[in-house]
């Protein structure tokens, strides 16, 4: 069964960084792709970068292209998201989830439990 566990969130101040962690167990394919998506109280949950676990390809969301980065290391089954120049608008839960190469929330079947990212002064 596949298995996803998230780590590294916590509360920072504009213009600050944080780096994401997401540890993966379970997998019997390459096909799938690891993403992160967030969500934040009365909005909709949004994806925001993904990575395939078997080419490293990756995908962002307009909105974080040039702050954040998302990277892999096979041998650890572990995804890393990077995120540097957070904005207040950044505040959510984000999630690790695995999925087809496509990266859409309802194409994702496997989910992680979430942690709170939170951008303020």
């Known amino acids: 069964q596949v298995q996803l566990v998230e780590s590294g969130g916590g509360s920072v101040q504009p213009g600050g960084s944080l780096r994401l962690s997401c540890a993966a167990s379970?997998?019997?394919?390459?096909?799938?792709?690891i993403g992160w998506f967030r969500q934040a109280p009365g909005k909709v949950r949004e994806g925001v970068s993904c990575i395939g676990v078997s080419d490293g390809s990756t995908w962002y969301a307009d909105s974080v292209k040039g702050r954040f980065t998302i990277s892999r290391d096979s041998a650890k089954m572990t995804q890393y998201h990077q995120m540097n120049r957070l904005k207040p608008e950044d505040t959510a839960v984000y999630y690790c989830a695995a999925g087809p190469g496509v990266c859409k929330v309802g194409l994702y079947p496997f989910w992680g439990q979430g942690t709170q990212v939170t951008v303020s002064s």
């Open positions: 379970g997998f019997t394919s390459g096909a799938y792709h």
